[in-house]
């Protein structure tokens, strides 16, 4: 069975600042890779979705890279906000089926 | 616009009570999905369906069943609710060959 793992569950960081969240699966038999944000007590929203065969896609300030053979995904944030502020949540697909990481939390300081 | 409802955003019911969230998606897509959503645990699928009538058991299906009698609406039954169903349950539909997943603004549940 996949497992989605996001390091580190929690980030804070001054506004201006470039950052890079982690998103690792154990399969790298995906379809696709989708990013998402949750404002809290929200749904999720769309970010980025980044298909098998390809490497990144860009949408922005944000930029999501795709590594199939090593099982890894990153999102890219540049001159991060304080509306960053939200829990950014990866998904990888399996045919049916999506499986989601249990988010970073970011915090971006005005 | 794409667009996924989901009947309540909060909802408060006692150990024992039957309920039901409804979702509801107007981009006429063939498959939807439950999750709930715990924190620390991201993101648990219950129960998807992809076509009228039919559906397949997620991840974490015990204590849950589900009813997909129109194409547009997918409905999460608890038989008999308990504490640990106390939850952020969230919606999503996907069109058959489409790529995203599209998520409604979730249901907060707690069981008393």
Known sequence: KQEVTQIPAALSVPEGENLVLNCSFTDSAIYNLQWFRQDPGKGLTSLLLIQSSQREQTSGRLNASLDKSSGRSTLYIAASQPGDSATYLCAARDFNKFYFGSGTKLNVKP | ?112
């Open chain 2, 1 to 112: 616009d794409v667009k996924v409802t989901q009947s309540s955003r909060y909802l408060v019911k006692r150990t024992g009570e039957k309920v039901f969230l409804e979702c509801v998606q107007d981009m006429d897509h063939e498959n939807m999905f439950w999750y709930r959503q715990d924190p620390g645990l991201g993101l648990r699928l219950i129960y998807f369906s992809y076509d009228v009538k039919m559906k397949e058991k997620g991840d974490i299906p015990e204590g849950y069943s589900v009813s997909r009698e129109k194409k547009e609406r997918f409905s999460l039954i608890l038989e008999s609710a308990s504490t640990n169903q106390t939850s952020m349950y969230l919606c999503a539909s996907r069109r058959t060959g489409g790529e995203e997943q599209y998520f409604g603004p979730g249901t907060r549940l707690t069981v008393t």
